[in-house]
């Protein structure tokens, strides 16, 4: 396969729909409330958007992702999102067969990747229309499906479901394929290159060589891919693909992130929210008369203490942050759209440890402390911002301060890629470095990565990198279908 991508959620499959030849023009009778850009739309309106300058069109737009054709592409999909308003987009989509670019999209589970492993009955953080992607209305599409349509918000079951029905009814399954574990991808000839003295950089990424059997020229593939799939039977089947180009798309569920303190494996410190609902759910914690420690000022970490809460099981909740942080993220969050999380929020800004009370209460919020150690005893060492100690007796403790990418397949488990040297990559601090209208690694060539990996945590916003990644790769294409014409060796195949 010319094209390979590894992880098969929301960013895998629109990035797939994309290469499958559909293509997004400005619809005939739209205009974009932002007057500036719609005279630059009008200025090509008969060029889909891939067939345009990315950079040109997405100059001077401002919103809530650092990619600025993540932002572009938001914008004609969600006008004005933003600010409240509720415009159709100002696209239409057209299939167009002979823009098809051959590519296989790998997944361990069915399409929709970590969506399938969610919490199937709480609400997601985002509107149900800023999950969908392009060509099926999330709307139109759970109308059908829901007894009650008055949440805008969806479930991640219903997520979950609308993914997989999306690669169905876009006729794009053929390029997916399920149970498949990616254990390494690497360039086998480059490194080859570099053990016998020579410097990669003067290598073509597509040097001709010849094919051994029949003598004609082919080209020397960049990536080698080896993993497995798992049979029915549970039984592994071992693969190997060759790739010109791989596009990550793995997300950010795969690893836990840790407080790397002393005690962290104990039996009673989990890192899984799905964990801890396990329990709660069969009556594990019930009755219990020492707290639930939960780690984290996140949406997870609030998820975790409206499970306590709502199940009447005592909390003490430590997080790093001051309470007025700007960078909070129940201060992003309209309260009309999210009151369960402005519960907590309030809950974190009023129950306070330092509030002297006669009655042991069910909830304690301990603002900018961190854990030190956890304690074979089941005792926790806390510490707040200016040195004091506090040792507290729990039941079971939660670790929920976000999740890495496992890149554990990549040479140094990707740690070259990032804007970091030498760091792991992680969706906030150090996320794959790239060029912003391509999307290409700024570190490894025919590498590229979209959604999560690159800061865009947001489904609204990794739809722009599967549109900058094609764009990228349809221009390649016609430089190649150029080369081979030029010295005679078009075949008709692209």
């Not at 990315?54 to 919103?63: A, P």
Request: with cysteine.
């Amino acid at each position: 396969f010319s094209y390979s991508i590894p992880g098969n959620g929301p960013s895998g499959i629109c990035l797939s729909y994309l290469l499958s030849g559909y293509r997004p023009y400005l619809s005939p009778d739209s205009v974009h409330p932002n007057p500036i850009l719609h005279s630059k739309l009008e200025e090509a309106r008969h060029l889909s958007i891939p067939e345009q300058d990315l950079e040109y069109l997405s100059e001077g737009l401002e919103g809530r992702s650092s990619n600025a054709v993540a932002v572009l592409f938001d914008t004609l999909l969600h006008p004005n999102a933003d600010f409240g308003y509720d415009y159709q987009s100002v696209l239409q989509w057209k299939l167009e067969q002979e823009h098809y670019i051959p590519h296989i999209v790998l997944g361990k589970g069915p399409p929709g990747g970590a969506w399938h492993d969610m919490e199937g009955s709480i609400l997601t953080l985002s509107l149900g229309d800023w999950m969908e992607l392009p060509g099926l209305k999330f709307k139109d599409w759970v109308s059908g499906k829901r007894r009650n349509t008055k949440s805008d918000r969806a479930t991640p079951a219903e997520v979950a479901a609308y993914y997989k029905h999306y690669v169905k009814i876009m006729g794009i399954q053929r390029n997916f394929v399920e149970s498949t574990y990616i254990t390494s991808v690497a360039r086998p000839y480059r490194e080859q290159e570099e053990l016998d003295g020579h410097d990669s950089e003067d290598v073509a990424p597509e040097e001709p060589c010849i094919d051994k059997e029949n003598g004609e020229p082919m080209l020397k593939k960049n990536w080698e891919i080896h993993g497995y799939r798992r049979a029915a039977d549970g039984s592994h089947q071992p693969f190997c693909l060759f790739a010109e180009t791989v596009i990550l798309a793995t997300g950010t569920f795969d690893a836990p992130a840790r407080l790397e303190v002393l005690g962290e494996d104990l039996p009673f410190v989990s890192h899984s929210i799905a964990e801890f609902e396990d329990a709660v759910g069969k009556g594990r914690l019930s009755g219990a008369i020492d707290p639930v420690l939960i780690v984290g000022a996140g949406l997870t970490a609030a998820d975790a203490v409206l499970c306590a809460h709502n199940n009447n099981i005592p909390v003490i909740h430590v997080f790093r942050r001051r309470l007025n942080d700007p960078s909070l993220i129940f201060k992003q969050l309209p309260k009309k759209l999210y009151p369960e999380y402005h519960k907590v929020y309030h809950m974190m800004c009023t129950q306070l440890s330092t509030v002297a009370s006669n009655f042991y209460p069910p909830y304690t919020s301990y603002p900018e402390h961190i854990v030190l150690s956890f304690k074979p005893d089941m005792k926790v060492v806390l510490q707040s911002n200016n040195g004091l100690k506090k040792v507290i007796k729990v039941s079971t403790a939660l670790v929920l301060v976000g999740s890495h990418p496992n890149l554990f397949f990549l040479k140094e488990q990707g740690r070259n890629l990032g804007h970091l040297p030498n760091q792991p990559i992680t969706c906030k601090g150090n996320p794959v470095e790239i060029d912003p209208y391509t999307y290409e690694s700024s570190k490894e060539p025919n590498l590229f990565a979209l959604g999560p990996l690159v800061g865009d945590n947001f489904i609204r916003f990794l739809k722009g990198g599967a549109l900058a990644i094609t764009r990228c790769l349809e221009l390649r294409q016609k430089k190649k279908r150029h080369r081979l014409v030029e010295s005679g060796r078009d075949d008709g195949v692209s």
